[in-house]
């Protein structure tokens, strides 16, 4: 990023903070602000991810029919295998720019439907699967303003429909599961080629139901994985193929998995310097058992109001529940850069599934991890835009939270139906964005970007915070953009580096020293967005790259 690429998405940071309508749109009856960025994109945002080139790519599915978008200059796209057109001139994918506000349509040729993806080391993203002729397909999207996605045929052992991705330390992806699929493999095939059988998926698919589906990933700090489905969990050795641990079941047992869907995410990583470093998860939300059998039946089960939190790294774990203040189903968890979580989007009743979610739960509900339980929760500046059924949150490098889709019946349906389908973008601005938190915020001087920093070293920053510095509030985060879909955000994770030094350097600057993970368990190598919080207020973060 050259320098006056920087100073411009500095000031346009500046202009979203304090004058743009993230600060007037609603009012602030409860903490935060929603944004309307597009109205429509063409498209409805079923799968999204951010890039480090600050662009987001965001697709649905192709047998939707014509979506709203044309493809550019004549393009069309020929299938024979697609169900509901052979050709179609319109777009089915976008190319989000975050700084300017616009977007490109992309082309994809095989259906992408409740497909799975992961970013490589190198920035690109790495879609794999979908539904019909694009079950076995892997496709690339490169970071860059004019690049498409490129397809290659059968790049999968098996088909992948609802599965899970997740980078290894290595460079690699694990794809775990999918549909009538009990079993693992990994891209590239430079390696093992084959799929690798996991029994565990099988005994947590519940008989005409799953409840299994997209099942919960995330890297241990030991190199396993932590590997959740329906209501329990294991610990993969990837390598071996073997479990090395079983985790208890969640009290009361009900689902949180596909289609009862609720939503995870390992907590911020901390202490990074200890010889054993603590991994914890945390669960939230779901439908209990048999709401997805009486949702066909025109019966909507009210969604669970527990989140389940567990020490993955424990010899003898155990979960502990807690209380939110608003039951939630297809809820998104969404790690912010001071460590905090947001849940967003979702229903209070029903189900995943075409039509089968009731009662839209409009605000979010912000959770504090650090806090004495009972006092972890509040609730959040509701939006007017129902987020069902295939809807998406991702966090942006200005430390906003991008929303988008609901589609939660075929086709792109926006009339006769009870949630229509939805083609808008917005974005939920959190309490630490509003302008009386200026003078406690740090500005990143410099460096503005870094192209590769190594494992295990010091890394200076120098930041501006023009208020009061308290020395003990100030701590570097870094956190890898995430896949988002169905709910869960593959690859999401946030480590908190510290502060190991800081030197007054004078006219409110300072440098701020820390070091960097020591290994790829802590953090698989790969585009991370590093932030300076101070007082839980987030600065802009800067992309780095790790390597």
Request: aromatic residues 10%.
């Amino acid at each position: 990023m050259s320098s006056l690429t920087f100073i411009l998405s500095v000031l346009l940071f500046q202009l979203l903070c304090t004058s743009h309508p993230c600060q007037r749109i609603l009012t602030a009856a409860a903490g935060g602000r929603w944004q309307l960025l597009q109205k429509s994109i063409g498209i409805s945002a079923m799968h999204m991810q951010l890039l480090s080139n600050d662009r987001v790519v965001v697709f649905d599915r192709t047998d939707f029919g014509p979506s709203n978008l044309p493809l550019p200059k004549g393009k069309c796209r020929f299938d024979l295998n697609d169900t509901a057109l052979k050709q179609d001139c319109t777009a089915h994918s976008i190319e989000y720019d975050v700084l300017s506000n616009k977007f490109r349509p992309l082309m994809v040729q095989t259906d992408v439907w409740c497909s799975s993806g992961a970013v490589t080391p190198n920035g690109d993203l790495v879609q794999t699967g979908g539904f019909n002729d694009g079950e076995r397909k892997v496709r690339v999207f490169s970071p860059c303003s004019s690049c498409d996605w490129q397809e290659s045929n059968n790049g999968l052992a098996a088909r992948r429909w609802y599965s899970t991705n997740h980078i290894l330390p290595d460079g690699r992806q694990i794809i775990v599961g999918g549909r009538k699929q009990f079993n693992y493999e990994f891209v590239p095939k430079n390696i093992a080629a084959n799929t690798f059988d996991l029994p565990f998926l099988f005994e947590t698919n519940d008989r005409e139901v799953e409840n299994n589906l997209y099942p919960f990933v995330f890297l241990n700090v030991d190199g396993n994985l932590f590997v959740f489905a329906n209501n329990r969990a294991i610990l993969l050795d990837y390598v071996k193929n073997k479990v090395v641990k079983r985790y208890p079941t969640i009290p009361g047992g009900d689902p949180r998995s596909y289609p009862s869907t609720g939503s995870a995410v390992l907590l911020p990583l901390k202490n990074l310097k200890a010889s054993a470093i603590q991994a914890e998860v945390l669960v939230c939300g779901g439908a209990p058992k048999g709401s997805y059998s009486q949702a066909t039946q025109g019966e909507f089960i009210g969604a669970l109001k527990t989140c389940a939190r567990i020490i993955i790294t424990d010899p003898n774990p155990k979960w502990v529940i807690e209380t939110m203040p608003l039951a939630r189903v297809m809820g998104d968890m969404i790690l912010l850069p001071n460590g905090n979580v947001l849940l967003i989007n979702g229903a209070g009743s029903g189900s995943a599934g075409w039509e089968f979610g009731r009662n839209p739960v409009l605000n979010p509900v912000l959770y504090r991890p650090d806090n004495k339980i009972g006092t972890r929760f509040e609730t959040h500046t509701p939006t007017k835009i129902p987020r069902m059924y295939h809807s998406t949150a991702a966090l942006l490098r200005d430390g906003r939270v991008l929303v988008g889709g609901s589609n939660p019946h075929t086709y792109y349906n926006f009339t006769s139906v009870l949630f229509p389908t939805e083609l808008s973008l917005e974005a939920f601005c959190p309490p630490y964005l509003e302008a009386k938190f200026n003078n406690l915020r740090p500005t990143i001087v410099g460096p503005n970007s870094m192209s590769g920093i190594s494992y295990g070293k010091t890394l200076t920053l120098e930041m501006e915070i023009r208020g009061k510095v308290e020395e003990k509030l100030v701590w570097i985060t870094m956190v890898a953009p995430a896949f988002n879909t169905h709910s869960f955000s593959m690859n999401q994770r946030l480590l908190v580096l510290g502060n190991d030094k800081i030197t007054a350097l004078g006219e409110s600057r300072y440098n701020i020293e820390v070091r960097t993970p020591r290994s790829g368990n802590l953090a698989p190598a790969g585009f991370y967005i590093l932030f300076v919080v101070h007082q839980d207020i987030p600065s802009m973060g800067i992309w780095v790259k790790l390597q």
